[in-house]
């Protein structure tokens, strides 16, 4: 296969001065002012089944093809990502915002108005065949309306978001992107850059990862002030957001956007926080593995090394093509996608410096190619990785399949069950075919997994939770307040086994999510769903068109409606508790295993 390892963004633009740029710009205010002239000053819409019919095909033409900025903003926003430092690249994408807010704004209008109509047009619409293709979009902004503001309200609520909550975490975000140290690497001092360095942590050599914590602690501490002042800015402004809108919890608003009821999260957090003895007893078991009465907290990842075997190392072809015959597998249409990636160039694969840290799957609007981005530097986390976020871009292509723009997307409480499905059967082949020292190290890696993406995750929520709560009640926090508060958390789940080294106060610092606020259950609930599919699977192989039917599903139904199609009742605690006793059950294995082979 002739496969590209960069991206390739002819798709899109062949340079950053392309003049189609200007051109497609243009075809975007033409297209949006022809749309607001048309239905800016009628009302038929709004008591018409047919003419809102006729309304909202128009404005999913204008979701699938210029929403966000169209190609442009899609384009920028991707640039960034491989060099943040790039100042004419951030100028541009600044530029780009600030035009697709006010496209988004003149906009705004037409879903405001849509969603104030009284409560029997609401029930007329809802009924109506024609509008069926809309049903849950309807329900969807029904809800909202609860706490939605006046237009001209909503118009500046839109605008103000980026100076008074963008700016501040690309700020930072940038600020570490830069930052370089020289580390000890195998026994060699090298130079290298923020995220290199935290590739570094999980590395086997125990020299390597310290010196790799050391680097990251001193590169948190220098950032560690302009990381307070952003997280107050932020903290704040969210505040000021709920009080304008009524919301009576931090959380409220990601539940209404995510289509999930809270209750259920509620659930889930409970439920997951009362078994956090999992995840205490799998740190016990790997410190004793290690030979170590604790963890260093930067040590919490390592791989497991047994007998001299250390982790197999895999080129991307290597990863790539044992993904790939994992996916042809399961079904020849999800290895069909990840052949599509790999030849258009749709895979961004190695470390650089100025490169975003971590992995993401991006799918802008539904007209435009999906795109991976990796920091893959060999390790069988990267292979894991890879399978995880060509998940998100299967589930990407199979709903571009079947979904109309305005469901084009997938809600957050599903997000992850797409890419951990994936990622359990990549490790599921690894695992058929190993020996006993190597199930081990495997099983560990799994445990490792679980453990990160489940109870890792619900303290990550329930440290949201307190730092939100507690920020209200003083009016500002010091670093050293959120770093006590993020400590707490991380011990809650980890336990005694790992040790709250002095430096991991700062470790907030650099996880994007508490700056996007309280979606980290979804990974929770992603995974323990993932496991109950992937069970369905091994019992009966044609689940799998079931499945692929949920991952085409997009936001056409609430995910409480999708799961109970699949016989799964979300609302149910039990359902949780299932998924939590298979990881139980794996630790309870393992550790018989680790005893067998005389490693505890």
Not at 100 to 112: G, K, R, Y
Not at 240 to 261: A, E, F, K, Y
């Amino acid at each position: 296969m002739n496969m590209k390892t960069a991206w390739d963004f002819r798709p899109l633009y062949k340079t950053p001065t392309d003049p189609q740029i200007a051109r497609d710009r243009a075809i975007i205010e033409d297209k949006t002012k022809a749309f607001v002239t048309k239905w800016h000053e009628r009302t038929d819409w709004l008591s018409d089944p047919v003419v809102l019919t006729e309304a909202l095909g128009e404005y999913n033409v204008w979701l699938e093809h210029y929403a966000g900025g169209g190609k442009e903003g899609y384009y920028f926003d991707l640039l960034f990502s491989l060099d943040q430092n790039n100042t004419d690249v951030k100028a541009r994408q600044n530029k780009i915002e600030e035009f697709s807010q006010n496209i988004a704004a003149s906009m705004q209008f037409f879903s405001l108005r849509l969603a104030r109509v009284t409560p029997q047009m609401q029930k007329t619409f809802l009924a109506s065949s024609q509008l069926l293709p809309y049903k849950h979009h309807l329900e969807c902004l029904f809800e909202e309306a609860k706490y939605l503001l006046s237009e001209s309200e909503e118009k500046i609520m839109l605008l103000k978001s980026g100076p008074s909550h963008s700016r501040w975490t690309e700020m930072v975000s940038g600020f570490l992107a830069r930052e370089e140290r020289t580390v000890f690497e195998k026994g060699k001092k090298v130079k290298k850059n923020f995220s290199e360095i935290v590739s570094n942590l999980d590395d086997a050599d125990k020299k390597t990862r310290d010196s790799a914590a050391v680097a990251v602690n001193d590169i948190f501490e220098a950032n560690a002030a302009a990381a307070e002042h952003e997280m107050n800015a932020i903290l704040l402004n969210k505040k000021i957001d709920d009080s304008i809108r009524g919301v009576d919890r931090p959380d409220l608003t990601r539940h209404i956007s995510d289509d999930i009821d809270t209750a259920v999260v509620d659930v889930l957090l409970s439920t997951v926080a009362e078994r956090f003895d999992i995840a205490r007893r799998f740190y016990k078991l790997k410190a004793r593995m290690h030979g170590v009465k604790k963890l260093a907290y930067h040590e919490r990842n390592i791989p497991i090394v047994i007998n001299s075997v250390g982790e197999k190392k895999y080129t991307f072809k290597e990863g790539s093509d044992l993904v790939l015959d994992v996916f042809n597998t399961l079904d020849p249409e999800f290895a069909s996608i990840f052949s599509v990636f790999l030849r258009g160039g749709q895979i961004d694969v190695y470390p650089a410096k100025g490169k975003r840290n971590g992995a993401f799957c991006a799918h802008y609007i539904k007209s435009l190619p999906t795109y991976i981005l990796l920091n893959y530097d060999n390790s069988l986390n990267d292979v894991l990785t890879l399978a995880h976020e060509l998940g998100h871009g299967i589930n990407n292509e199979l709903m571009r399949q079947k979904q109309i723009a305005i469901n084009f997307s997938t809600p957050m409480a599903t997000a992850e069950v797409a890419s951990t499905f994936m990622e359990d059967f990549v490790v599921e082949r690894i695992l058929k075919n190993a020996d006993e020292t190597l199930q081990l190290s495997l099983s560990m890696k799994r445990l490792q997994d679980d453990v990160s993406t489940i109870f890792r995750q619900v303290a990550f929520y329930r440290f949201e939770q307190e730092l939100h709560r507690t920020f209200r009640e003083k009016g500002y926090l010091s670093q050293t307040e959120i770093g006590a508060l993020f400590q707490k958390h991380m011990k809650e789940y980890m336990g005694p086994a790992v040790e709250q080294s002095p430096g991991s106060q700062n470790w907030w610092i650099y996880v994007n999510h508490f700056r996007y606020f309280f979606y980290v259950y979804s990974y929770a609930s992603g995974l323990l769903i993932s496991k109950s599919l992937q069970n369905s699977v091994r019992r009966d192989h044609t689940f799998i068109e079931k499945v692929k039917v949920f991952l085409s599903a997009g936001s056409s139904e609430s995910p409480r409606d999708i799961f109970a199609k699949m016989n799964v009742d979300i609302r149910d605690s039990a359902f949780w508790e299932k998924g939590l006793d298979e990881i139980e059950s794996l630790l309870s294995e393992t550790e018989l295993l680790a005893k067998r082979l005389k490693q505890k």
